[in-house]
């Protein structure tokens, strides 16, 4: 694209004027254009910055103020010269910049930048430029920490802990990350050591539900009043509007427009089943037409939610070659080891009312046959209540007192199972197995005070202690059935992720849609729109 900064003599006065020596009320010096040429190519020249500029550059654009203190650091990591110009003009990158920038949409951002007015001056072609070379250096300067904060890092700390977002956030200089962008202008289209992977995947999909939308989205599912399923085998016309439906999301290869429920719409069904948090079945029942009829731009501000979280989370976070994370909304539990998925399993989680957190801890060690000591606001809500009416309750729940307090004894109608996984933390909140079996079969799973309930807590035992020749599987079960409390202590210590994602694309690039258990999407949605 050519720019208004051809005239070489131009780029230098940049120089000469945002990066002058001494007080801004000395005199200025005479200009020497050869001394110049120089600085302007050279950028460690190491000119003395002069403050009085960025004074006055926010006061003329106050809007971009919150931004000061890093253009401060930019320039003294670039020893207080120009970045974006050269001989030839702006930079590659600053043009790249201005492109993302004008497309924030496609990043899921519905904001925009204060001065736009000000960017089409400098990057079209016919305007008039009433910015002066320091304003023109250092709105650039602005505007690469504009798409870092929306783009890169997303909202503020206090926000997000606001939101009930526990995980560390990713921490990430700007002025690093300046440095490494400009020398590798690609990486700004997708870098993991910027972004969290999932972003990505996310940014892709999104892609592609706009183009639907943009198509004109999706009809409604048309059944009548009193419906219970369709079974293989029937026929109506509402199945041709779910062949329809399922094309358009790919959950079928073609859509042949058939009335008839064949054994290629029984997998169709089974797949968005699955990717929709349901229990895969052969029918499709009245729920999975609800599931259908969401518009497709519904589905659009879930993924930009999601999007969002993703910028929180450091880029590799999942990159370590052992953890377990645990997706809320999924109810599901991943634990990796040797960088390849060891095990998947069912989880219960939280109650709106008892919510799991989210949050991260490093699991230490391992409980067999665990007392389960009642937590203080169990007994005083539940159990007190429940002993006024029946005077036995302890002792039919294989309870007892101990130090004041109320514990369940091992065994396997403890409600903690036959075995727990510690990862110390104020919360208290842990893993654990649990004699209620029957919930697992569920497809909404938020039953628990707050602790994660685990579908396969034996294998998972296993899983963990696999390299481990004194843990054995079958010592592991002699330990769950022993009747008497056994720690052990992980030699090595394992990540624990708990999160929050109600959207997530997998290796093949499938988006899976889960309910938002703890209504936490409009919220943060409102945050992103009302920008």
């Given at each position: 694209?050519i720019?208004?900064?051809?005239?070489?003599?131009?780029i230098?006065?940049?120089?000469?004027?945002?990066?002058?020596?001494?007080?801004?009320k000395?005199k200025?010096?005479?200009?020497?254009?050869?001394?110049?040429?120089?600085?302007?190519?050279?950028?460690?020249?190491?000119?003395?910055?002069?403050?009085?500029?960025?004074?006055?550059?926010?006061?003329n654009?106050?809007?971009?103020?919150?931004?000061?203190?890093?253009?401060?650091?930019?320039y003294?990591?670039?020893?207080f010269?120009?970045?974006?110009?050269?001989?030839k003009?702006?930079?590659?990158?600053?043009?790249?910049?201005?492109?993302?920038?004008?497309?924030?949409?496609?990043?899921?951002?519905?904001?925009?930048?204060?001065?736009?007015?000000?960017?089409?001056?400098i990057?079209?072609?016919?305007?008039?430029?009433?910015?002066?070379?320091?304003?023109?250096?250092?709105?650039?300067?602005?505007?690469?920490?504009?798409?870092?904060?929306?783009?890169?890092?997303?909202?503020?700390?206090?926000?997000?802990?606001?939101?009930?977002?526990?995980?560390?956030?990713?921490?990430?200089?700007y002025t690093?990350?300046?440095?490494?962008?400009m020398?590798?202008?690609?990486?700004?289209?997708r870098?993991?050591?910027?972004?969290?992977d999932q972003?990505?995947r996310?940014?892709?999909v999104?892609?592609?539900?706009r183009?639907?939308?943009?198509?004109?989205?999706?009809?409604?599912?048309?059944?009548?009043?009193?419906?219970?399923?369709?079974?293989?085998?029937?026929?109506?016309?509402?199945?041709?509007?779910?062949?329809?439906?399922?094309?358009?999301?790919?959950?079928?290869?073609?859509?042949?427009?058939?009335?008839?429920?064949?054994?290629?719409?029984?997998?169709?069904?089974?797949?968005?089943?699955?990717?929709?948090?349901?229990?895969?079945?052969?029918k499709?029942?009245?729920?999975?037409?609800?599931?259908?009829?969401?518009?497709?731009?519904?589905?659009?501000?879930?993924?930009?939610?999601?999007?969002e979280?993703?910028?929180?989370?450091?880029?590799?976070?999942?990159n370590?070659?052992?953890?377990?994370?645990?997706?809320?909304?999924?109810?599901r539990?991943?634990?990796?080891?040797?960088?390849?998925?060891e095990l998947?399993?069912?989880?219960?989680v939280?109650?709106?009312?008892?919510?799991?957190?989210?949050?991260?801890?490093?699991?230490?060690?391992i409980?067999?046959s665990?007392?389960?000591?009642v937590?203080?606001?169990?007994?005083?809500k539940?159990?007190?209540?429940?002993?006024k009416?029946?005077?036995?309750?302890?002792?039919?729940?294989?309870?007892?007192?101990?130090?004041?307090?109320?514990?369940?004894?091992?065994?396997?109608?403890n409600?903690l199972?036959?075995?727990?996984?510690i990862?110390?933390?104020?919360?208290?909140?842990?893993?654990?197995?649990?004699?209620?079996?029957?919930?697992?079969?569920?497809?909404?799973?938020?039953?628990?005070?707050?602790?994660?309930?685990v579908?396969?807590p034996?294998?998972?035992?296993?899983?963990?202690?696999?390299d481990?020749?004194?843990?054995?599987p079958?010592?592991?079960?002699?330990?769950m059935?022993?009747?008497?409390?056994?720690?052990?202590?992980?030699?090595?210590?394992i990540?624990?992720y708990?999160g929050?994602?109600?959207?997530?694309?997998?290796?093949d690039?499938v988006?899976?849609?889960?309910?938002?258990?703890?209504?936490?999407?409009a919220?943060?949605?409102?945050?992103?729109?009302?920008q």
């Open positions: 694209m720019t208004k900064f051809q005239d070489i003599k131009t230098l006065i940049v120089s000469a004027l945002l990066f002058s020596c001494g007080s801004a000395k200025a010096p005479v200009y020497d254009q050869a001394a110049h040429i120089r600085g302007a190519v050279n950028h460690h020249s190491g000119m003395p910055f002069d403050s009085a500029l960025l004074l006055a550059f926010y006061h654009y106050p809007d971009l103020s919150e931004y000061s203190e890093d253009v401060r650091e930019v003294r990591r670039h020893n010269t120009h970045i974006w110009f050269d001989e003009g702006i930079i590659e990158f600053g043009q790249t910049l201005y492109s993302k920038v004008t497309a924030l949409d496609e990043e899921g951002i519905h904001t925009s930048f204060p001065y736009e007015n000000k960017l089409e001056e990057f079209e072609t016919n305007r008039d430029l009433t910015l002066t070379p320091v304003e023109t250096e250092l709105m650039l300067t602005n505007l690469y920490l504009f798409y870092a904060d929306k783009v890169i890092t997303g909202l503020a700390d206090t926000t997000i802990r606001a939101l009930g977002w526990l995980l560390p956030k990713k921490e990430l200089s690093a990350i300046l440095d490494s962008l020398a590798d202008t690609v990486r700004i289209e870098d993991d050591s910027l972004m969290f972003y990505y996310l940014k892709e999104l892609r592609n539900y183009e639907i939308s943009r198509k004109g989205g999706w009809k409604p599912i048309e059944i009548k009043q009193g419906f219970k399923a369709f079974k293989p085998g029937d026929s109506s016309a509402a199945i041709a509007q779910i062949r329809e439906r399922l094309f358009l999301t790919g959950d079928i290869g073609q859509n042949s427009g058939s009335q008839f429920f064949d054994p290629e719409l029984v997998e169709a069904i089974r797949r968005f089943q699955q990717r929709t948090g349901k229990n895969p079945t052969d499709i029942l009245p729920e999975h037409i609800l599931e259908m009829n969401i518009p497709v731009d519904s589905l659009i501000t879930r993924i930009l939610v999601n999007m979280r993703c910028r929180w989370i450091p880029p590799g976070y999942l370590k070659s052992e953890y377990i994370v645990v997706n809320i909304p999924a109810f539990l991943t634990y990796v080891k040797d960088s390849a998925v998947t399993s069912p989880v219960i939280g109650k709106s009312m008892t919510k799991t957190l989210v949050f991260s801890g490093m699991m230490s060690y409980v067999f665990p007392y389960w000591n937590p203080v606001s169990i007994i005083n539940e159990i007190k209540p429940a002993m009416r029946d005077p036995g309750y302890l002792a039919k729940h294989n309870m007892e007192w101990n130090n004041g307090q109320v514990r369940q004894k091992p065994g396997k109608n409600s199972g036959l075995v727990k996984f990862f110390p933390n104020s919360n208290d909140i842990y893993m654990h197995d649990t004699p209620a079996k029957s919930l697992f079969e569920r497809e909404r799973r938020d039953f628990s005070h707050g602790c994660i309930r579908g396969k034996r294998d998972l035992a296993i899983a963990i202690l696999k481990d020749p004194a843990w054995t079958a010592k592991i079960d002699a330990a059935k022993g009747g008497k409390e056994q720690s052990y202590s992980l030699k090595k210590k990540p624990v708990i929050y994602l109600t959207t997530w694309v997998d290796a690039g988006i899976n849609f889960y309910d938002d258990v703890y209504s936490r999407d919220r943060l949605a409102e945050l992103l729109i009302g």
